[in-house]
């Protein structure tokens, strides 16, 4: 099973975790407003917005954008909009990566197209190439992605203060790159199962937001982005003086139900924190 099935596999069996979550609803919580969502676009990149007061984005509470992996859909992550339990009014955004790419399934999308010839050095053993790689399509879907959360700021009124970037895998690296290259510091940032790269580019900007809180989650059995490499991320945002928050499951290059809770978490408190 590739690891984006095995992502969408994962988050389609929270679904009783989800329906839990849904019964706790308590004051300051956000309540839940299934199946409701609408379409923007801006910048060229498509996202499904929902929660907040109608469902549909409403309100003026703060925002989760939360960036799918390669070969998902913005489809693929409602359920976290059910199943994570966040202050009320929340909103969320699912962007949609820029290209497409078909798999037996049907068509899915990607934010860059994956480099084969550095999978193939990487399962040789050389798995510090990793954190030197510039993928060619990072600086396009960071240029494309960045006019929409402008779109975000400008459409829901919410600044990077009260916003959390996070994204899985292909998406985690992504939402990294954003939130370490924004002139302003983002409520949080979520890195869930992806990794370290352009560390010469990125290792610069790790003290520039210091006090940005950083969720940092990996699998020890992942086939396809080493545990050793998110280890060595989580250890250079500590550096760079951001408070990590490092979360470590057994599985391999998936969300877990542990994983989910620890998220959920922290999105709560990255969320409720500006209010404060």
Excluded: N
């Amino acid at each position: 099973m590739r690891g984006a099935d095995v992502y969408q596999a994962r988050v389609r069996r929270l679904v009783p975790w989800i329906a839990l979550a849904s019964l706790g609803c308590l004051d300051g919580h956000q309540p839940k407003a299934r199946f409701t969502h609408r379409w923007m676009e801006a910048g060229g990149v498509r996202a499904i917005v929902a929660g907040g007061t109608d469902g549909r984005g409403g309100g003026e509470g703060p925002v989760l954008v939360y960036l799918h992996g390669f070969a998902s859909l913005p489809e693929d992550q409602l359920p976290l909009r059910d199943g994570l339990d966040v202050p009320a009014g929340t909103r969320f955004v699912f962007p949609e990566g820029g290209l497409g790419v078909t798999l037996a399934e049907g068509p899915r999308r990607a934010w860059w197209l994956i480099d084969r010839p550095l999978r193939r050095r990487m399962r040789a053993g050389a798995i510090d190439a990793l954190s030197h790689h510039r993928p060619p399509g990072l600086a396009a879907a960071r240029v494309t992605t960045t006019r929409l959360l402008r779109a975000v700021e400008r459409e829901l009124g919410a600044p990077p203060e009260r916003t959390v970037v996070a994204g899985f895998s292909q998406g985690a690296m992504l939402a990294c790159d954003l939130a370490l290259r924004s002139e302003r510091p983002y409520a949080g940032l979520g890195v869930l199962s992806g990794t370290l790269l352009a560390e010469s580019d990125w290792g610069p900007r790790m003290p520039r937001h210091p006090h940005m809180p950083v969720f940092v989650s990996h699998g020890r059995a992942d086939p396809l982005l080493p545990y050793a490499m998110a280890e060595r991320l989580a250890a250079r945002l500590r550096a760079g003086g951001h408070p990590v928050r490092w979360y470590a499951h057994d599985a391999g290059h998936e969300m877990t139900e542990g994983t989910a809770d620890a998220f959920s978490a922290f999105v709560y408190e990255s969320l409720l924190a500006p209010s404060r």
